[in-house]
């Protein structure tokens, strides 16, 4: 009967885990995106901003990302990096909260969230400034090393962080990159774009977040 139980709790965690993810799929059936292009922007609300899992995005993901990048780079806080990791981040929030959030509840909504990026689909050359920002702070955090360009172990050090195997990352870097050894920021660029409005899955940029298929 023990045994039983402890099976039982562990399927409850697990529905709560995956039930409502499949539910945002659904509350995107209406909107004119492709399945496609709903699946990677479901991936990164899910990955990268709902970092707790709580169905929306907040201010305490940014605060949670926060801690999870300087951990990562080894930045204590109250340090020059941290200081200015926090200040970025905090930015990136507000931008995102000002512009995403239409019901002011405090919360971006994975409608929200969809919306938003339909909008930039649409005229990428006019991005937001929050959007303008959490590309660069992408590019600047993968650039361990501050020389210009990231490299392979660069990419995956960060994105295996967020939970994603360190292979799946490795292939998704050279997909991204088309075999070279390093991409520079004017190349990121052009493939940050691509993710986010690309309907074309073997197109590079759609491995920019370390995943390598949608």
Same mark, same amino acid.
């Given at each position: 009967?023990?045994? @039983? &139980?402890?099976?039982?709790?562990?399927? /409850?965690?697990?529905?709560?885990?995956?039930?409502?993810? &499949? @539910?945002?799929?659904?509350?995107?059936?209406?909107?004119?995106?492709?399945?496609?292009?709903?699946?990677?922007?479901?991936?990164?609300?899910?990955?990268?901003?709902?970092?707790? %899992?709580?169905?929306?995005?907040?201010?305490?993901?940014?605060?949670?990302?926060?801690?999870?990048?300087?951990?990562?780079?080894?930045?204590? !806080?109250?340090?020059? !990096?941290?200081?200015?990791?926090?200040?970025?981040?905090?930015?990136?929030?507000?931008?995102? /909260?000002?512009?995403?959030?239409?019901?002011? +509840?405090? %919360?971006?909504?994975?409608?929200?969230?969809?919306?938003?990026?339909?909008?930039?689909?649409?005229?990428?050359?006019?991005?937001?400034?929050?959007?303008?920002?959490? %590309?660069?702070?992408?590019? +600047? @955090?993968?650039?361990?090393?501050?020389?210009?360009?990231?490299?392979? +172990?660069?990419?995956?050090?960060?994105?295996?962080?967020?939970? @994603?195997?360190? %292979?799946?990352?490795?292939?998704?870097?050279?997909?991204?990159?088309?075999?070279?050894?390093?991409?520079?920021?004017? !190349?990121?660029?052009?493939?940050?774009?691509?993710?986010?409005?690309?309907?074309?899955?073997?197109?590079?940029?759609?491995?920019?977040?370390?995943?390598?298929?949608?």
């Amino acid at each position: 009967m023990e045994t @039983l &139980n402890y099976g039982k709790a562990i399927l /409850r965690e697990m529905m709560s885990r995956v039930i409502p993810r &499949n @539910l945002f799929g659904n509350r995107l059936a209406n909107m004119p995106i492709s399945d496609f292009r709903k699946k990677k922007l479901l991936y990164v609300f899910n990955v990268f901003f709902d970092v707790n %899992q709580s169905g929306t995005i907040d201010k305490k993901d940014f605060e949670e990302a926060i801690e999870k990048i300087c951990s990562l780079r080894g930045w204590a !806080q109250g340090s020059e !990096q941290y200081k200015k990791t926090y200040d970025s981040m905090i930015q990136i929030w507000e931008g995102l /909260r000002q512009k995403a959030d239409a019901n002011q +509840d405090g %919360q971006v909504s994975v409608e929200e969230w969809a919306s938003m990026w339909e909008d930039y689909s649409k005229s990428p050359e006019n991005a937001l400034e929050w959007q303008n920002q959490y %590309q660069r702070f992408m590019f +600047d @955090l993968e650039d361990a090393s501050g020389d210009g360009s990231i490299d392979i +172990d660069e990419f995956t050090s960060v994105c295996s962080s967020y939970g @994603l195997k360190a %292979q799946e990352c490795r292939d998704a870097f050279q997909k991204m990159s088309g075999g070279q050894k390093e991409v520079n920021y004017q !190349q990121f660029e052009t493939l940050w774009k691509q993710f986010f409005i690309s309907e074309n899955p073997s197109e590079p940029g759609n491995f920019i977040f370390g995943k390598t298929s949608f």
